[in-house]
């Protein structure tokens, strides 16, 4: 159960409750939690170390961008970091996102092999965000094109692969298996009215052969993120159902 936290950069600081503009805080929430690992950039690694080391795992994601940008060039990551920070930070892992169908994809690809290649070196695992996003792609949930960027993240040699999760227990069985056996995580996607739904999307990524979840918004504008990350994690780690899991965040 990965928290993810890279939202500062990916859709601004409004993504945040004021309570939270102090990174620190939902960082002590979340390992309070007992959440497995953090994914965020380099720079907020090191800057909030006091809260996470030595307490949880770490992600370093390595690309980036905001949406200042103007939107066609929103399709592209940029280099947020160097491999050598993540690094020297103590990374479990490194992670990168490549936006497959976007006219930006060689580039993506370029920055990806880039630390693949480093990452191979270190014995570091390199997670791909697989989204397929871009001006030819209608619908980013349809199972097609989503099974078409884990298949193509599984052949650029992701380790883990987070995506979208695409509706229902039975379309995700079709994901995961086109990954042949790479870890496949959900990515969280934009915060829930109604938690136990969210609960069961998790539930169904699990049960189709999931691996696990990275989860950013609905964490962190839950009401109480602790509970949030044991709820979740409960469906991930013991196998609980969504309804069981749900009496964790009463
Ligand atoms: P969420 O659980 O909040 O969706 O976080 C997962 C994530 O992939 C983050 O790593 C990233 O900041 C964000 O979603 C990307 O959002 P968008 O889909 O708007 O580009």
Redesign the pocket.
């Given at each position: 159960m990965v928290f993810?936290f890279?939202?500062g950069v990916?859709?601004g600081p409004s993504d945040f409750p004021r309570e939270f503009l102090d990174p620190r805080k939902i960082i002590s929430r979340v390992v309070e939690g007992g959440v497995d690992a953090i994914?965020m950039l380099p720079a907020m690694a090191y800057q909030t170390r006091d809260a996470w080391a030595g307490r949880t795992s770490l992600i370093v994601?390595l690309t980036s961008k905001t949406n200042l940008r103007p939107p066609d060039e929103r399709l592209r990551q940029s280099t947020f970091g160097l491999f050598e920070e993540a690094v020297s930070l103590g990374a479990d892992a490194v992670a990168a996102t490549v936006y497959w169908g976007s006219q930006f994809e060689d580039q993506m690809l370029e920055k990806w092999f880039s630390i693949k290649g480093k990452a191979d070196l270190y014995g570091i695992p390199c997670l791909q965000?697989a989204?397929p996003r871009g001006p030819s792609i209608k619908n980013i949930y349809d199972v097609e094109v989503v099974r078409y960027g884990v298949r193509a993240a599984v052949e650029s040699g992701a380790d883990l692969i987070?995506t979208y999760y695409t509706g229902s227990e039975e379309s995700f069985r079709e994901v995961v298996k086109v990954a042949s056996g790479i870890p496949v995580l959900m990515?969280?996607?934009?915060?829930r009215e109604n938690f136990l739904e969210f609960l069961r999307d998790v539930e169904n990524v699990m049960r189709a052969g999931g691996s696990g979840v990275?989860?950013?918004?609905?964490?962190f504008r839950h009401p109480n993120p602790e509970k949030a990350v044991k709820a979740i994690s409960a469906i991930v780690h013991e196998g609980k159902t969504a309804e069981e899991a749900y009496q964790l965040v009463k």
């Amino acid at each position: 159960m990965v928290f993810a936290f890279d939202h500062g950069v990916e859709h601004g600081p409004s993504d945040f409750p004021r309570e939270f503009l102090d990174p620190r805080k939902i960082i002590s929430r979340v390992v309070e939690g007992g959440v497995d690992a953090i994914m965020m950039l380099p720079a907020m690694a090191y800057q909030t170390r006091d809260a996470w080391a030595g307490r949880t795992s770490l992600i370093v994601k390595l690309t980036s961008k905001t949406n200042l940008r103007p939107p066609d060039e929103r399709l592209r990551q940029s280099t947020f970091g160097l491999f050598e920070e993540a690094v020297s930070l103590g990374a479990d892992a490194v992670a990168a996102t490549v936006y497959w169908g976007s006219q930006f994809e060689d580039q993506m690809l370029e920055k990806w092999f880039s630390i693949k290649g480093k990452a191979d070196l270190y014995g570091i695992p390199c997670l791909q965000l697989a989204y397929p996003r871009g001006p030819s792609i209608k619908n980013i949930y349809d199972v097609e094109v989503v099974r078409y960027g884990v298949r193509a993240a599984v052949e650029s040699g992701a380790d883990l692969i987070k995506t979208y999760y695409t509706g229902s227990e039975e379309s995700f069985r079709e994901v995961v298996k086109v990954a042949s056996g790479i870890p496949v995580l959900m990515s969280g996607g934009p915060p829930r009215e109604n938690f136990l739904e969210f609960l069961r999307d998790v539930e169904n990524v699990m049960r189709a052969g999931g691996s696990g979840v990275v989860v950013g918004r609905n964490v962190f504008r839950h009401p109480n993120p602790e509970k949030a990350v044991k709820a979740i994690s409960a469906i991930v780690h013991e196998g609980k159902t969504a309804e069981e899991a749900y009496q964790l965040v009463k």
